[in-house]
């Protein structure tokens, strides 16, 4: 595909979202409040990972969003994503929300924002825009900070997006094992409903099938309070139908920790057919 048309597409799909977004990223700006105002800065280059190298010597990275993964259908997928985030941040003035302080490699975590003409900013961060685009997978542990990246992911997921048209990221079954086990290692979201609940001294565990092939998911019991809090306690959830998000790994079976009441969606169903229909988390 021609590069300028590329990037015009990407633009146009960046501005028709920040216009019907604009009270669902407001709304969820205002529960993930930054250290201070935000501070002007340029690019200087943006990495494969999507770590933005500014020019007053900060690493800039988004907590929100998952690095770009290749694929079989797009093995430049984490060039390609860089390339499109460079081309909306480069010879722009930007405005960069610190949301803590550096992590262990150096990188502060952040929303940014590119000013406008009249200095006000856009209304949505850069890593919404990515994941309205289809672009990049939210986290699994963004917190308030995510809502409105989930939110946009959400809606590219729906629209078949980019990496949404991608078998590699489909929302994989949770009652096909073998499929899981091909993604371990990997975040992946697993739909499914929780059969059982199974408890163990350190953990809880919310079982999808039966038989010691079968994927479960695991909550450490030092961190069911957060799920308790959030609504999801282990009774609250059996027999859901949920979404996870995590990554997968095989011991020996597929399992999926849950770290953060934030990796679940409760989805509903409609009564007269069953399929899936309005989604919460």
Request: some cysteine; glycine content about 10%.
């Amino acid at each position: 595909m021609n590069r300028s048309f590329q990037v015009f597409r990407f633009f146009a799909r960046a501005f028709f979202v920040a216009c019907v977004g604009f009270a669902v990223a407001g709304a969820a700006f205002a529960q993930c409040p930054g250290l201070g105002a935000p501070r002007p800065a340029r690019l200087v280059k943006v990495s494969d990972r999507l770590d933005i190298a500014l020019d007053d010597g900060r690493v800039a990275a988004f907590p929100t969003l998952e690095p770009p993964r290749a694929s079989v259908a797009a093995p430049n997928r984490p060039a390609e994503v860089a390339g499109e985030l460079n081309s909306l941040l480069a010879d722009r003035d930007l405005r960069v929300e610190s949301l803590g302080p550096p992590d262990r490699w150096g990188r502060t975590p952040v929303r940014l924002f590119v000013a406008g003409n009249e200095g006000g900013i856009a209304d949505e961060s850069a890593d919404v825009t990515l994941a309205s685009a289809g672009l990049a997978l939210a986290s699994r542990d963004g917190g308030a900070c995510g809502v409105a990246v989930r939110a946009a992911e959400r809606q590219a997921r729906l629209e078949n997006l980019g990496i949404w048209a991608d078998p590699a990221f489909a929302v994989l079954p949770a009652d096909r094992p073998g499929q899981l086990a091909e993604r371990a290692g990997t975040l992946a979201l697993v739909e499914g409903q929780i059969r059982s609940i199974g408890r163990t001294a350190p953990r809880i565990y919310l079982n999808f099938g039966a038989g010691r092939g079968a994927f479960s998911a695991t909550i450490a019991r030092r961190n069911i309070p957060f799920f308790e809090k959030a609504g999801f306690s282990a009774e609250a959830l059996t027999h859901k139908l949920v979404r996870l998000r995590g990554i997968v790994e095989m011991t020996p079976a597929p399992q999926l920790e849950l770290f953060h009441p934030d990796q679940i969606e409760i989805i509903e169903l409609r009564p007269s057919t069953g399929e899936a229909a309005a989604e919460r988390n």
